[in-house]
């Protein structure tokens, strides 16, 4: 009888076995992670801002895969969320780093991606309008033309900042602009303000634009939350590589979330983004990087999350929405 019972184990055994023979082969076949990021620099280096400066200064990712001579590709955008939107339909992106609605699109729009970790929660935008314009609330806003970059984090972020005052796009005049594009129209008076991230304060240094609020003006909303999300083909194939690629990132945010690093890291942002110390700094001014920048995916951060899908979806951003907790790797 156990014999039998021991020839029975060995038979279900076998197949279990032999399912995880071609994964773990293919596991031991990967020569090169791809890891997208929308490139925030002003200069001729990149930046991503938050744990991806912080992870290419480590070389975190490199350090932990040196020994199994895995390369770790960065791969920078300008075009931002829809191109790397692109690059994952087209099998040409391993991981991104991205802000809540591109990744939030691209799930939509059928992308097989995996929820993998938060990077940055409650990160700020400002409205930067031509000086002496009068405009001061987002009310002053009705009619008036909007420079604003589609697709990305900061247009469901202007979103959320209306409709938390009554107002849609609907009530604007809105012009589809890239940031640096943005910067330079509403330099030059094309348009009456833009909405965006650093660029904004950029251009009031300059003398061009004055900033009237910011998303914490309005309590919070309009604030975004970036991701880090995974390929599914890649997550299914590879789990050991994506929770070595976890800790290794985890390492970098135990030392971005010390706000006693603070100074460092604004030094460390200026340095890759190509934006003097002082405006990084007015820009973290109020902020306390141990609460912007946790990895968990916390039940505070994944409803965020869904509200922003559920915002997304009701200002017909994307067709279809979906539950962020069938988002999440599991």
Request: with cysteine; net charge neutral.
């Given at each position: 009888?156990?014999?039998?019972?021991?020839?029975?184990?060995?038979?279900?055994?076998?197949?279990?076995?032999?399912?995880?023979?071609?994964?773990?082969?293919?596991?031991?076949?990967?020569?090169?992670?791809?890891?997208?990021?929308?490139?925030?620099?002003?200069?001729?280096?990149?930046?991503?801002?938050?744990?991806?400066?912080?992870?290419r200064?480590?070389?975190?990712?490199?350090?932990?895969?040196?020994?199994?001579?895995?390369?770790?590709?960065?791969?920078?955008?300008?075009?931002?969320?829809?191109?790397?939107?692109?690059?994952?339909?087209?099998?040409q992106?391993?991981?991104?780093?991205?802000?809540?609605?591109?990744?939030?699109?691209?799930?939509?729009?059928?992308?097989?991606?995996?929820?993998?970790?938060?990077?940055?929660?409650g990160?700020?935008?400002?409205?930067?309008?031509?000086?002496g314009?009068?405009?001061?609330?987002?009310?002053?806003?009705?009619?008036?033309?909007?420079?604003?970059?589609?697709?990305?984090a900061?247009?469901?972020?202007?979103?959320?900042?209306?409709?938390?005052?009554?107002?849609?796009?609907?009530?604007?005049?809105?012009?589809?602009?890239?940031?640096?594009?943005?910067?330079?129209?509403?330099?030059?008076?094309?348009?009456?303000?833009?909405?965006?991230?650093?660029?904004?304060?950029?251009?009031?240094?300059?003398?061009?634009?004055?900033?009237?609020?910011?998303?914490?003006?309005?309590?919070?909303?309009?604030?975004?939350?970036?991701?880090?999300?995974?390929?599914?083909?890649?997550v299914?194939?590879?789990?050991?590589?994506?929770?070595?690629?976890?800790?290794?990132?985890?390492?970098?945010?135990?030392?971005?979330?010390?706000?006693?690093n603070?100074?460092?890291?604004?030094?460390?942002?200026?340095?890759?983004?190509?934006?003097?110390?002082?405006?990084?700094?007015?820009?973290?001014?109020?902020?306390?990087?141990?609460?912007?920048?946790?990895?968990?995916?916390?039940?505070?951060?994944?409803?965020?999350?869904?509200?922003?899908?559920?915002?997304?979806?009701?200002?017909?951003?994307?067709?279809?929405?979906?539950?962020?907790?069938?988002?999440?790797?599991?």
């Amino acid at each position: 009888m156990k014999k039998s019972l021991t020839h029975l184990a060995r038979l279900v055994a076998l197949p279990v076995l032999l399912a995880c023979l071609p994964l773990a082969a293919h596991a031991d076949a990967v020569k090169e992670i791809r890891i997208a990021v929308p490139d925030l620099s002003a200069g001729t280096e990149h930046s991503g801002g938050g744990v991806v400066d912080v992870l290419r200064q480590q070389q975190a990712f490199e350090k932990a895969f040196a020994a199994d001579g895995i390369h770790i590709q960065w791969q920078f955008f300008k075009g931002a969320g829809p191109v790397i939107n692109e690059a994952f339909a087209n099998g040409q992106v391993d991981l991104a780093y991205l802000g809540d609605l591109a990744a939030i699109i691209g799930k939509s729009n059928g992308l097989d991606t995996r929820l993998l970790s938060a990077t940055g929660r409650g990160i700020k935008q400002y409205l930067a309008v031509q000086p002496g314009s009068g405009i001061k609330t987002l009310q002053d806003l009705k009619g008036k033309r909007v420079g604003l970059f589609r697709g990305t984090a900061s247009q469901l972020s202007f979103d959320a900042a209306l409709a938390s005052q009554g107002l849609s796009e609907k009530d604007l005049k809105i012009v589809n602009l890239d940031y640096s594009a943005a910067q330079s129209a509403l330099a030059a008076k094309q348009i009456d303000a833009t909405w965006g991230l650093l660029n904004a304060i950029v251009l009031q240094q300059r003398g061009l634009a004055d900033i009237p609020l910011n998303t914490r003006d309005l309590g919070g909303a309009g604030s975004i939350q970036s991701v880090l999300v995974g390929n599914g083909a890649f997550v299914d194939a590879h789990p050991d590589i994506v929770a070595r690629l976890i800790k290794a990132q985890d390492s970098a945010v135990q030392w971005l979330t010390q706000d006693g690093n603070k100074d460092a890291y604004v030094q460390l942002v200026s340095k890759q983004a190509s934006y003097p110390p002082a405006l990084v700094a007015q820009d973290l001014q109020a902020d306390k990087l141990s609460e912007v920048f946790p990895a968990t995916l916390d039940p505070q951060f994944l409803g965020k999350l869904q509200s922003s899908v559920d915002l997304a979806a009701q200002e017909r951003l994307i067709r279809k929405p979906f539950k962020v907790a069938d988002w999440v790797a599991r």
